[in-house]
T-cell receptor, first 108, second 118 residues
C-alpha cells in the first residue's frame, strides 16, 4: 500500500544545515509536501513540490525530489533554534499520506 | 507505533443533512486532537484544536456552529458537519497527541475522511 517513511530524529548544530529525508511509495502523486509542527501547534505547510520538478528553493529551504528513487529531502540552511520542530513529509493529491515525522533538535 | 483510527474513510451525504466523523486513538491517550480539512490540491488547513474535556478552539474563519467538535474522552473526538452543503465537500483529517506524558510528542494522524455533499 501507500507509505511514506522518514527517520524519526535528527540533531543539528545551530548554524549548520539540516537535511531531512523521506521515501514514498505512490508515484502517481502530483504533489509532495513538507509540513512543520511546533510544540502545541497544528501542522503548518512549509513547502511543496510538483512531481514534475526536481528542485525547489524557498529562502532557507531547498526541496530535492528524485522520482526514480521516490526520495524527497528537505534542506534547511543555517539552522536556527526556531527551526526546532517535527517535520512531516507527505504525498498525495486527494488523499494525503503522511510520514511519522522527523523531530529536529538543535544543538547549541 | 501509535494508531489513530478515523471513521468513516469516505461518506456521501445529501445537502442539508449532518455527518459525524470519528477519530479514535487506539493505544494511547489523546489529550489533544487537531482537525484539519484539505481541498483538492491545496494545503492542509487546521480547523480546530480540542483538548479532552474542554471546548474546542477554532481557527479564524471556521464556523464553530457548523463544525461541532466533541472530545469527551481521552480516546475519542468527533467532528460533526451540520447542515452540510456542497462547499463542505473536502478531505478531513484528525491528528492526535498525548501531552500528558512528555512535552513535544509525536503527532499521529488518522487516514482521513473524504466527505462529498451532493
Amino acid at each position: 500500500g501507500e507509505d511514506v517513511e522518514q527517520s524519526l530524529f535528527l540533531s543539528v548544530r545551530e548554524g549548520d544545515s539540516s537535511v531531512i529525508n523521506c521515501t514514498y511509495t505512490d508515484s502517481s502523486s502530483t504533489y509532495l509536501y513538507w509540513y512543520k509542527q511546533e510544540p502545541g501547534a497544528g501542522l503548518q505547510l512549509l513547502t511543496y513540490i510538483f512531481s514534475n520538478m526536481d528542485m525547489k528553493q524557498d529562502q532557507r529551504l531547498t526541496v530535492l525530489l528524485n522520482k526514480k528513487d521516490k526520495h524527497l529531502s528537505l534542506r534547511i540552511a543555517d539552522t536556527q533554534t526556531g527551526d526546532s520542530a517535527i517535520y512531516f513529509c507527505a504525498e498525495g493529491d486527494d488523499k494525503i499520506i503522511f510520514g511519522k515525522g522527523t523531530r529536529l533538535h538543535i544543538l547549541p | 507505533g501509535a494508531v489513530v483510527s478515523q471513521h468513516p474513510s469516505w461518506v456521501i451525504c445529501k445537502s442539508g443533512t449532518s455527518v459525524k466523523i470519528e477519530c479514535r486513538s487506539l493505544d494511547f491517550q489523546a489529550t489533544t486532537m487537531f482537525w484539519y480539512r484539505q481541498f483538492p490540491k491545496q494545503s492542509l488547513m487546521l480547523m480546530a484544536t480540542s483538548n479532552e474535556g474542554s471546548k474546542a478552539t477554532y481557527e479564524q474563519g471556521v464556523e464553530k456552529d457548523k463544525f461541532l467538535i466533541n472530545h469527551a474522552s481521552l480516546t475519542l473526538s468527533t467532528l460533526t458537519v451540520t447542515s452540510a452543503h456542497p462547499e463542505d465537500s473536502s478531505f478531513y483529517i484528525c491528528s492526535a497527541r498525548d501531552w500528558s506524558t512528555w512535552k513535544d510528542t509525536e503527532a499521529f494522524f488518522g487516514q482521513g475522511t473524504r466527505l462529498t455533499v451532493v
